[in-house]
């Protein structure tokens, strides 16, 4: 899922308090996993907000909102009267959703997020990297975990020479990601595996091609 | 062993069976040229090139290749190191092509620190090829004449190609496995990280020369003798990848302050001594940081001097 960070509340202050009606709108999928733009954040956030504004004593119409998800036309509609009435959204979508509804609407759209990464739950309140969407997966020769995603340093054929005891040089608190890739090799009895060069990778699918596309021909016509 | 033939010096010691010595020396933080023309002139008698780092540490300096070519032009073999970290596939390769204009013809392949140790800590990453896949593309570029995107070069460059090992990093069941992968990647030579702890080094010699790697590729010991307790503690302590024995840094933290200097270069000359014994070994890699001046007295000492002329 996309993991999602809410901005502190200064900057996200600066952002809207020029305007008169404001729409915290929440989406409630990915980042309400995280608990930080779901439907539920966004009320919380328009309430420190009303709160911030009285504070200043300026006046502003504080409302919010949600959806399910930012990122399909679909769910917009039972929320399009409320949209319409506000002069500036502060949206707790991920990148994607502040994009999809900047382009939907002509009026200005803030994020109320940092769009963080591509993550597992771990567990409740702990939230980590696991892809970094590269478009072409090597999972298959890396045992099933990402040196792209899980390396500081993106090496293929790792581990680099800063591996400490099963951590990364960056930080003792970072698994390296060959460690782990090298001891799950001996578990399945594929030692051998890691002597395999990988290939110089074609990063064109990556961001590195430009914004990328996916289109489902047999779709497009139901 | 490889069996190509560069112009390189380096290659030609160390397959006449001469133990090779090479040091290093970090450009400056300016532009300045003097500090390289002083160590390179300390230095160029004793040793048969000398490795320029490629912004080590992950510290913006002086491109390692404008100092190689000032190596050059002072009769000093340069080893151009190059890391994996700041440029992508086009640049490595254009800059490659630019160190074999001036006839440099040895590098040493790296993916280099992480910039967050660095003063640019904020800085992107670009890791478009890692350490074994640049030693492919300079092997490529060196044998088949292509560049990367399969286009032919023209006068392709003349390298000896070399790279990195550190026989004390994790794990350590796949240390030897690692170099193995280099040499299949077109490593014909190896600088290993700093060894201190000689009993480690030597057992990863003995399972290097067991799967007779040290018959593909030429190992030279990486040594860096040490100034002080305090730099053996931060080395032990703060230094990824780095092992330093209890036992090391209690020799040097004995050592009344202003002794400490000479007693770090006595175990470093103690540990040549002894390494010079080790079978498969080919050479000794002196990295004496911001104390060139010393390597001579080191080289001198342990029956280093005078270089081959070959």
């Given amino acids: 899922m996309i993991v999602g960070q809410q901005k502190p509340l200064e900057e996200i202050w600066g952002m809207i308090k020029d305007y008169k009606k404001v729409l915290v709108f929440g989406c409630n999928t990915c980042v309400a996993v995280c608990h930080q733009g779901g439907n539920k954040e966004a009320e919380i956030l328009a309430s420190m907000l009303k709160m911030k504004a009285s504070q200043e004593g300026i006046a502003i119409e504080i409302t919010n909102s949600g959806i399910e998800r930012q990122c399909e036309h679909e769910f917009f509609e039972q929320a399009e009267t409320i949209i319409q009435k506000a002069d500036a959204i502060l949206s707790t979508a991920c990148g994607i959703g502040v994009q999809f509804m900047a ?25 980590t990297e696991r892809c970094q969407a590269c478009g072409q997966c090597i999972l298959g020769q890396t045992a099933g975990i990402c040196p792209i995603a899980r390396c500081a340093k993106r090496v293929m054929n790792g581990p680099c020479g800063g591996s400490t005891k099963g951590k990364c040089e960056i930080n003792k608190e970072v698994d390296c990601a060959w ?26 699918s990556d961001r590195a091609g430009g914004p990328r596309k996916l289109v489902r021909e047999d779709m497009l016509n139901e | 062993m490889s069996n190509s033939t560069t112009p390189s010096k380096l290659q030609k010691i160390l397959a006449a069976g001469h133990l090779g010595v090479t040091s290093e020396c970090g450009p400056p933080r300016g532009s300045d040229p003097q500090a390289v023309i002083e160590k390179a002139e300390l230095i160029k008698d004793y040793v048969d090139a000398v490795n320029i780092t490629d912004n080590q540490t992950s ?18 073999e340069p080893v151009l190191q190059m890391v994996t970290r700041d440029r992508n596939r086009i640049a490595l390769q254009s800059d ?20 967050s140790f660095g003063d640019h800590a ?15 593309t300079v092997r490529m570029m060196r044998d088949q004449g292509k560049f990367l995107g399969g286009d032919d070069i023209k006068r392709p460059p003349q390298m000896f190609v070399g790279a990195a090992a550190n026989p004390f990093a994790d794990p350590y069941e796949i ?11 077109g490593a014909e030579f190896i600088q290993t990280q700093c060894i201190y702890n000689l009993d480690k080094f030597e057992d990863w010699m003995k399972k290097v020369v067991d799967r007779g790697l040290h018959e593909k590729t030429y190992i030279m010991a990486g040594m860096t003798p040490m100034k002080s307790a305090g730099m053996a503690r931060y080395m032990k302590n ?30 470093c000359i103690e540990a040549i001594q002894r390494l010079k014994e080790v079978k498969g070994l080919s050479g000794f890699h002196i990295m004496a940081i911001e104390w060139e001046e010393k390597v001579p007295e080191i080289v001198k000492a342990t029956g280093l001097y005078p270089r081959p002329q070959v």
């Fill in chain 2, 96 to 115: 490659i092509l630019g160190a074999a204009s001036w006839d440099i013809n040895n590098i040493l392949c790296l993916s280099g620190d992480h910039q």
């Fill in chain 1, 103 to 127: 382009e939907k609407y002509p009026k200005p759209i803030y994020p109320g997020l940092n769009t963080t990464f591509l993550g597992a739950v771990e567990q409740l309140g702990v939230y």
């Fill in chain 2, 238 to 267: 703060r230094v990824p990848g780095m092992d330093v024995p209890e036992d090391v840094v209690k020799r040097l933290a004995d050592t009344p302050k202003d002794k400490q200097a000479d007693e770090g270069i006595k175990i």
């Fill in chain 1, 179 to 204: 460690q782990l890739i090298v001891d799950r090799l001996a578990l399945l009895g594929r030692m051998d595996d890691y002597e395999k060069l990988a290939p110089i990778k074609d990063w064109s």
């Fill in chain 2, 122 to 136: 904020a800085g992107q990453n670009v890791h478009d090829l890692d350490s074994m896949q640049l030693i492919q």
């Fill in chain 2, 175 to 185: 240390r030897v496995a690692r170099l193995a992968k280099k040499i299949a990647a």
């Fill in chain 2, 59 to 76: 510290v913006c300096r002086m491109c390692s290749l404008a100092a190689c070519i000032r190596l050059k032009t002072l009769g000093v």
